[in-house]
């Protein structure tokens, strides 16, 4: 949301460490004590505690709009950095920020922090890059790179400043193998994937480069950085299907290839003693194989929902995999043939709890049929839901049920502006089926059909979502003038 135009000032609270902030809220508490105060008081005491200017720095986070992006090149152990304004539009200006910039090169031993206070800076790393550490370089011991040309550079060490990192292609690639080696904290392969996206959607990166990033993660096993994986997934098909249409099978193909270790680790059913997190992981992974259109995993759970069926009790369907299971189902459902849908809704109906109920309204818009969305559109609005479920379907919406979605909520707008407009359902009306679309063209007729029923209470969240419309467009045109994008995809689609 702050990479967008329409987002606001950054609230930042401070880059001095737990020990100096605490330090210095506690002095802030004494001073202050029973007085009114102003933001930048606070400022002045963290500046006194730490030596370190926070009045101008914090002016800098707190009044611009956005954040920055750090572009990052190497030249004979001299990194070079470069700092803009990063928009997801790609837009920028000559705000300024100072930075505070952490980074650690070929170990987490090996750690350098410094301030960006210019547009442009360096930093020499020699004594670094070659210093004698004698412990482990990374996650795993033993495993190091003993030339320095493959000591890999990480720029924001545990993401622990607000900013995007641009690597140039040499760091990159170096980068890319130390994600692969697992020499980075899970924290930090989530914040490489992160950025690469950021910058893939705002056109400052290739698709190619993303995807190749992505190839790197087929070990993992975090919850944290495959959810981030999953997501990036998730995103990329979504604009697919107007970017690379011809190519879209071979996409999901290369997700599903992503997947399939962690896959394979979780398995269908729960290990005795397993974590949370373990469990989280195996919905979210076999959720992701469903939506791909995985043949063995729709096989599988189409198997077990066929159990769930006969006996609403069974084991072989639990809380974690069933939304894997109807997203299968509905996927193979369609106008002609709706026994999955009708069986979807029978589930609902049947259900005792909202729990039970949750998963079944996610996903029932989820059919590449329209007919099947469009019954589902109708069927969300009935006394049968409750209106604070209304979001669970909407988010569900397919792409292939966009414009039926589209043509529904102009067609029915005053009857729903008037039932929910006073409240933030309205919100989730316009944003989850407006920015379905990926082209100027949907925004313009968007902007067209709201012209002349704007109001204050969805207007600014209005403007976001057609924000959004427009750089997918942007993002879209930039991937189809991609021209070793399709050897890439055939490469990676058939790589196992």
């Excluded at 989280?280 to 189409?302: N, P, S």
């Amino acid at each position: 949301m702050d990479a967008l135009e329409q987002s606001h000032p950054i609230e930042v609270k401070g880059f001095l460490g737990d020990h100096m902030f605490q330090k210095s809220l506690s002095s802030y508490i004494r001073r202050y004590a029973g007085k009114n105060t102003k933001t930048e008081d606070l400022w002045s005491i963290l500046s006194e505690e730490s030596g370190v200017q926070v009045n101008s720095m914090m002016d800098a986070w707190t009044k611009q709009k956005g954040y920055p992006v750090i572009s990052v090149k190497s030249k004979d152990n001299i990194l070079e950095f470069e700092q803009l304004q990063f928009l997801s539009s790609g837009s920028h200006d000559d705000r300024l920020w100072i930075v505070p910039v952490t980074l650690s090169i070929g170990s987490y031993n090996r750690r350098k922090t410094f301030l960006l206070e210019t547009k442009f800076g360096a930093l020499d790393i020699s004594e670094l890059v070659h210093s004698s550490d004698k412990n482990s370089s990374s996650i795993k011991e033993n495993n190091r790179e003993a030339c320095d040309e493959h000591l890999w550079v990480k720029v924001n060490t545990d993401q622990s400043g607000f900013y995007r990192v641009k690597y140039e292609d040499k760091l990159a690639a170096q980068l890319r193998k130390a994600v692969e080696s697992n020499y980075l904290s899970a924290i930090d392969k989530f914040g490489v994937l992160d950025d690469m996206y950021a910058l893939c959607e705002a056109c400052k990166e290739s698709l190619s480069s993303l995807l190749s990033l992505m190839d790197v993660y087929r070990k993992e096993l975090d919850f944290i950085v495959v959810s981030k994986l999953i997501d990036v997934c998730y995103e990329v098909v979504k604009i697919s299907g107007d970017a690379i249409p011809d190519l879209a099978n071979e996409l999901k193909q290369f997700f599903i290839n992503l997947l399939l270790f962690s896959s394979e680790k979780s398995g269908w059913e729960s290990v005795s003693r397993e974590s949370h997190l373990s469990a989280l992981l195996r919905g979210r992974v076999f959720l992701a194989l469903a939506t791909f259109g995985h043949d063995k995993t729709h096989k599988e759970a189409l198997r077990r929902f066929q159990t769930l069926l006969n006996d609403r009790n069974t084991p072989l369907l639990s809380a974690d995999t069933r939304r894997a299971a109807y997203v299968a189902v509905i996927l193979n459902a369609n106008s002609t043939n709706r026994n999955g849908f009708d069986s979807l809704l029978n589930v609902y109906r049947e259900a005792d709890t909202v729990q039970e109920k949750e998963p079944v309204l996610r996903h029932i818009a989820s059919c590449p049929d329209p007919t099947i969305v469009l019954e589902a559109l109708n069927f969300m609005l009935s006394d049968e839901v409750r209106h604070q479920d209304i979001t669970y379907v909407l988010a569900g919406i397919s792409s292939e049920g966009r414009e039926v979605a589209w043509r529904w909520l102009k067609e029915n707008w005053e009857l729903i502006f008037n039932k929910y407009g006073g409240g933030i359902l309205i919100h989730h009306f316009i944003t989850d089926i407006v920015t379905l679309f990926c082209s100027n063209e949907k925004a313009d007729e968007i902007e067209d059909f709201f012209a002349s029923r704007m109001n204050p209470s969805f207007g600014m969240n209005l403007k976001r979502s057609i924000e959004q419309v427009r750089i997918k467009a942007r993002w879209v045109e930039n991937i189809k003038r991609e021209q070793s994008l399709q050897d890439l995809l055939k490469r990676l689609a058939h790589r196992k």
